[in-house]
């Protein structure tokens, strides 16, 4: 298997209802950049707003996993997302007219297979991957639930449920690294118990939700009274119940439920935006557990440090060389604080400064101690930010970028003589009016040296 990013080939489209608002959507997954991750953009609303499919934009997993950022949201993604990641695409940009993603049979087997129909296109990056090297738990005692993971060289799942229930009973599921997730996980349907609709029907959900898209079942023996009721809230004659099943009246899979956890679990860690090596045993997993595992081990990455994203290869040409820097930004020696930009696009870069003990500031800071200033490093992250600015406009050298506010700065490393910086910034939203807002890092190897969130705008030179 390779170990670089990948996309797809090209647009997939897919029409369908909202399991709980009950709209007509249109979805479309296109290709995207190495390292976007999956990102929703709701093109039904004005300026297109996006959404990252990041686990710290998680807002609601009552009844589906939902995402949102400003006046973008998108619910229901647990399938959608599965479909993507255990498939192998890492970076696309779902297209999405409505603020749910269609509910098609109830699984992700469409989704999956048209994926797999379209293909994929491998991308010129590796892929970002997570170690788990210790045990780690997650709990919800009264409700027993049970989410651990475990070190190991490759992801596997496994899900147990349990829900007192003579009809489920006791079910396991695993996905194993070398398992076929389209044929294995995805054609599992969600289920519900008939005890359940009552009350989503009051809390207004399920609209799109009929007996060709979901599992119901059924604990106890139903009136006539109560069949006519189902009857009428689906409009479908003939309800009946089999082996404790309304109206499914074969099962996919002996242990279907069990699966259909799985394959939201998946779909929820996918939220972490990196892939998972290691081991995962899941005990009634559900979305807000789930997805509360993925900011855990989104917290345990940030304890153990954000790597870099690009490699700095010294026998590599830059992108940019010192001559074509000096084209784009204003600055001059001894204020000059970039020498080469080895990646751009048009929502992030990457930049080197080579830090020798000839640095004027060095003289003072310190005569005994030599550390680059703090101010020295965020001053250099913005320059590299603002060659990211500047190469979109069509005449750069009649406009410099300026400081606005600096936000959540941290020191985590001195800088001293003979260190390569490497900058890493990212756009947190789309250039606006001039204004630029961006995600800055600096590193010295693998080690985060300094963080920050800068704000500039793009203004003409007098």
Same mark, same amino acid.
């Given at each position: 298997?390779?170990?670089?990013?990948?996309?797809?080939?090209?647009?997939?489209?897919?029409?369908?209802?909202?399991?709980?608002?009950?709209?007509?959507?249109?979805?479309?997954?296109?290709?995207?950049?190495?390292? %976007?991750?999956?990102?929703?953009?709701?093109?039904?609303? $004005?300026?297109?707003?996006?959404?990252?499919?990041?686990?710290?934009?998680?807002?609601?997993?009552?009844?589906?996993?939902?995402?949102?950022?400003?006046?973008?949201?998108?619910?229901?993604?647990?399938?959608?997302?599965?479909?993507?990641?255990?498939?192998?695409?890492?970076?696309?940009?779902?297209?999405?007219?409505?603020?749910?993603?269609?509910?098609?049979?109830? %699984?992700?087997?469409?989704?999956?297979?048209?994926?797999?129909?379209?293909?994929?296109?491998?991308?010129?990056?590796?892929?970002?991957?997570?170690?788990?090297?210790?045990?780690?738990?997650?709990?919800? $005692?009264?409700?027993?639930?049970?989410?651990?993971?475990?070190?190991?060289?490759?992801?596997?799942?496994?899900?147990?449920?349990?829900?007192?229930?003579?009809?489920?009973?006791?079910?396991?599921?695993?996905?194993?690294?070398?398992?076929?997730?389209?044929?294995?996980?995805?054609?599992?349907?969600?289920?519900?118990?008939?005890?359940?609709?009552?009350?989503?029907?009051?809390?207004?959900?399920?609209?799109?939700?009929?007996?060709?898209?979901?599992?119901?079942?059924?604990?106890?023996?139903?009136?006539?009274?109560?069949?006519?009721?189902? %009857?009428?809230?689906?409009?479908?004659?003939?309800?009946?119940?089999?082996?404790?099943?309304?109206?499914?009246?074969?099962?996919?899979?002996?242990?279907?439920?069990?699966?259909?956890?799985?394959?939201?679990?998946?779909?929820?860690?996918?939220?972490?935006?990196?892939?998972?090596?290691?081991?995962?045993?899941?005990?009634?997993?559900?979305?807000?557990?789930?997805?509360?595992?993925?900011?855990?081990?989104?917290?345990?990455?940030?304890?153990?440090?954000?790597?870099?994203?690009?490699?700095?290869?010294?026998?590599?040409?830059?992108?940019?060389?010192?001559?074509?820097?000096?084209?784009?930004?204003?600055?001059?020696?001894?204020?000059?604080?970039?020498?080469?930009?080895?990646?751009?696009?048009? $929502?992030?870069?990457?930049?080197?400064?080579?830090?020798?003990?000839?640095?004027?500031?060095?003289?003072?800071?310190?005569?005994?101690?030599?550390?680059?200033?703090?101010?020295?490093?965020?001053?250099?992250?913005?320059?590299?930010?603002?060659?990211?600015?500047?190469?979109?406009?069509?005449?750069? $050298?009649?406009?410099?970028?300026?400081?606005?506010?600096?936000?959540?700065?941290?020191?985590?490393?001195?800088?001293?003589?003979?260190?390569?910086?490497?900058?890493?910034?990212?756009?947190?939203?789309?250039?606006?009016?001039?204004?630029?807002?961006?995600?800055?890092?600096?590193?010295?190897?693998?080690?985060?040296?300094?963080?920050?969130?800068?704000?500039?705008?793009?203004?003409?030179?007098?």
């Amino acid at each position: 298997m390779s170990c670089n990013q990948k996309t797809i080939n090209a647009p997939i489209t897919f029409k369908g209802k909202g399991l709980h608002t009950g709209l007509n959507v249109t979805m479309t997954i296109c290709p995207a950049d190495i390292n %976007s991750g999956i990102i929703f953009k709701r093109v039904d609303m $004005e300026g297109e707003p996006t959404v990252p499919a990041i686990c710290d934009f998680v807002t609601d997993t009552s009844r589906g996993t939902t995402i949102e950022k400003g006046d973008a949201r998108v619910s229901t993604i647990e399938h959608i997302m599965a479909a993507l990641w255990c498939n192998g695409v890492d970076n696309c940009i779902v297209e999405i007219d409505a603020p749910e993603t269609p509910i098609m049979d109830g %699984s992700a087997r469409e989704y999956s297979q048209m994926i797999i129909n379209g293909g994929l296109l491998e991308q010129d990056a590796k892929i970002n991957y997570y170690q788990i090297t210790d045990k780690i738990s997650y709990k919800i $005692e009264d409700k027993g639930v049970d989410i651990s993971l475990y070190p190991d060289n490759e992801f596997t799942v496994t899900t147990h449920i349990d829900y007192n229930s003579k009809v489920l009973g006791n079910q396991y599921a695993t996905l194993n690294a070398s398992d076929d997730f389209n044929s294995q996980l995805a054609p599992c349907r969600t289920f519900v118990f008939l005890h359940e609709l009552e009350p989503l029907l009051d809390l207004n959900l399920i609209k799109g939700g009929d007996l060709d898209n979901a599992i119901v079942i059924v604990e106890d023996k139903i009136t006539a009274d109560e069949v006519t009721r189902i %009857s009428q809230i689906f409009n479908k004659k003939d309800i009946k119940v089999t082996g404790g099943y309304l109206n499914n009246l074969e099962l996919r899979f002996s242990n279907e439920a069990a699966r259909h956890k799985l394959l939201d679990l998946t779909g929820d860690l996918a939220l972490l935006g990196f892939r998972i090596k290691g081991r995962v045993m899941a005990t009634r997993p559900g979305h807000f557990a789930n997805t509360e595992v993925a900011k855990l081990l989104k917290k345990q990455m940030r304890k153990d440090g954000v790597k870099p994203t690009y490699r700095y290869n010294v026998n590599e040409a830059p992108v940019f060389d010192i001559n074509k820097i000096k084209s784009l930004l204003p600055h001059r020696p001894p204020f000059l604080l970039v020498d080469k930009i080895i990646h751009i696009d048009t $929502e992030s870069v990457a930049g080197i400064k080579n830090v020798t003990m000839n640095e004027p500031f060095f003289v003072g800071h310190f005569p005994n101690e030599p550390v680059m200033p703090g101010v020295l490093i965020v001053e250099a992250m913005a320059q590299c930010g603002g060659i990211l600015a500047l190469q979109s406009i069509p005449d750069p $050298e009649n406009y410099a970028t300026y400081f606005m506010k600096i936000d959540a700065v941290k020191f985590k490393n001195k800088v001293v003589p003979g260190d390569t910086l490497q900058f890493e910034l990212k756009l947190k939203e789309p250039i606006r009016r001039g204004i630029v807002l961006m995600d800055a890092k600096a590193f010295v190897g693998d080690k985060l040296a300094t963080e920050a969130v800068l704000m500039a705008q793009i203004a003409k030179k007098r």
